[in-house]
């Protein structure tokens, strides 16, 4: 007898719309040797589409290529909290630079991050700011990573706003009543495979209360795999553990969510799937 736990399968999707991951880091090192192939699974478990997300200016450069090389692969560019240092006239400029590629749909991600402090709070505050004058500026959507640091966002955010091109909260983490503020404001909220786990009680609840013409799906691969494979690197194909437990928590079929879901996408992000 083999010692391997036999995991659930993937759902499947009986649908010819898939699903798109909003945000998953396909330039980093844990999918180097097989990038290929994390693609392809995707696509064949039905998530055609996958938005690859820029942290600093080299992971943005990445993020371009990648999008560049694959047909089905957008990019995000942007210095993430934990690079706030990095943000500076010289960083910001080679952004803009790299925004105007057609492929580019989206400036982040953004944002503060409270639970691990590896930025000076004052740095990640002016490079978020700084960030959010300049999506607005070129009429991009803003992606934001939120860590611990809800009620902070939000002032930031009411102060720096509108934003009329709209953004996503990356990732989303908070209860009912953060999901309503963030709601408030414009934004759409991204469910990460958290949801999936059984003790994500609030998210659970929060992802019922969010509208659908305001949800999205992300892995935020390769971290935070969901069930069965928590713990594990996390890639685009395993969004379907976390649309099949989303679509249960809306009561749809996976097929409507997918189709929700993806129109979300192409409004918010202007993209034609
Ligand atoms: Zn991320």
């Given at each position: ?76 560019v942007g210095i ?7 943000c500076?006239a010289?960083t910001m400029a080679q952004l803009r630079e790299l925004s105007k590629?057609?492929?580019v749909?989206a400036f982040g991600?953004i ?16 490079a978020f700011t700084i960030q959010l004058q300049c999506a607005k500026e070129l009429n991009l959507p803003i ?17 720096q706003g509108p934003f009329p091109a709209g953004g ?106």
């Open positions: 007898m083999s010692k391997k736990k036999k995991r659930k399968p993937l759902p499947l999707l009986q649908s010819a719309c898939g699903f798109v991951d909003t945000h998953c880091h396909l330039d980093m090192d844990r999918y180097t040797d097989d990038v290929d192939d994390v693609i392809s699974r995707a696509k064949s478990a039905g998530v055609g589409t996958i938005i690859t997300i820029g942290i600093d200016l080299a992971s943005s450069k990445e993020a371009v290529g990648l999008c560049s090389q694959h047909q089905n692969v957008y990019a995000t993430h909290p934990h690079y706030a240092p990095t500076n010289s590629h057609p492929k749909v991600e944002g503060i991050n409270r639970y691990k402090d590896y930025a000076p709070i004052a740095d990640q505050i002016k992606i934001i990573h939120d860590r611990e640091a809800h009620a902070e966002i939000i002032t930031i955010l009411k102060a996503i909260i990356h990732c989303f983490s908070g209860d009912k009543t953060v999901a309503r503020k963030f709601l408030d404001l414009g934004f759409h909220l991204s469910i990460p495979g958290v949801v999936t786990f059984k003790k994500a009680l609030d998210l659970q609840e929060a992802t019922a209360s969010v509208p659908l013409n305001r949800l999205l799906l992300e892995t935020d691969g390769p971290f935070l795999a969901p069930e069965p494979y928590r713990g594990k690197r996390n890639e685009p194909a395993y969004l379907l553990y976390t649309a099949e437990k989303v679509a249960m928590l809306h009561n749809i079929s996976l097929e409507k969510l997918a189709e929700i879901t993806s129109q979300n996408v192409q409004n918010l992000l202007q993209i034609k799937l």
